[in-house]
């Protein structure tokens, strides 16, 4: 074999160990921010669990205290303790909340997206503030509910706590769209909005604005088209989200 040839083989041999090598690297660093996400999900989910009995605790102090009056001072400084946890919770909450969505960001820029756990906590949000009016059903090939607001651009709010995936117009006729992970293959689309007011590795609480109501896309007036899917493909696998949504209608 010639020295040219021999030059040509190990140029290649390099380049193929560096690609490989960088490809490694690539997964090693998704697999780590996975992690750190399930990890920080998992805490979040604990501490506003955490919160939850806490705050209960605290109710049946104060309700204990208007029952019998004798008995509140026995429980005054169990309640300081209580407020004083309540009070670490939040900051660590907020903290774990910040990191988890600058963590997404990350996985989301390797294009990777982690199993989280479920965010929501079962129930869910009405999607649209202030308007109720459905103009179109769940049926075959209409994969989503529209909301009709009648010409008006309300606020459009995550109907379950998640983090942002996609946010902008992909020209798939779904206009300007938002979609929202909720853990454990969860999925919720929100198409022809006006504005986006949510962006890609946000995490979102429910109840909390993605954009406004609009006309964009393939859309005839301003309406809500929202789209829900339980095995992770929201934009063609979907299952009929009034069945979800509608629980919170007018709440």
Do not use: C
């Not at 075959?140 to 996609?166: F, S």
């Not at 454990?184 to 590795?201: F, W």
Request: charged share 20%; net charge negative.
């Amino acid at each position: 074999m010639s020295k040219s040839k021999i030059k040509v083989v190990l140029v290649s041999l390099l380049l193929v160990f560096l690609s490989f090598f960088g490809l490694n690297q690539g997964n090693i660093k998704a697999d780590e921010l996975q992690n750190k996400q399930v990890l920080l999900a998992s805490n979040i989910i604990k501490s506003i669990k955490y919160q939850g009995d806490i705050k209960t605790e605290l109710e049946m102090i104060k309700n204990k205290g208007i029952l019998d009056p004798d008995a509140l001072n026995i429980d005054l400084t169990l309640e300081k303790t209580f407020q004083k946890t309540l009070e670490n919770l939040e900051i660590e909450l907020i903290k774990n909340k910040l990191e988890l969505e600058l963590v997404s960001q990350q996985i989301l820029s390797v294009q990777d997206t982690a199993k989280l756990p479920y965010l929501g906590d079962g129930s869910y949000t009405w999607p649209v503030e202030g308007y109720f009016n459905v103009s179109q059903y769940y049926r075959r090939g209409h994969k989503g509910v529209d909301i009709n607001t009648l010409g008006a651009h309300p606020n459009v709010v995550a109907v379950q706590t998640g983090i942002v995936v996609k946010a902008g117009n992909e020209s798939d006729g779904f206009g300007n769209k938002v979609i929202v992970y909720h853990g454990e293959d969860t999925y919720t689309l929100y198409a022809h909005l006006q504005t986006i007011k949510s962006k890609v590795g946000q995490y979102i609480e429910e109840g909390v604005a993605v954009g406004l109501v609009g006309n964009t896309g393939n859309s005839n007036g301003d309406h809500l088209h929202i789209q829900l899917t339980k095995t992770g493909n929201v934009e063609n696998n979907t299952i009929d989200p009034y069945e979800y949504i509608k629980l919170s209608e007018k709440k």
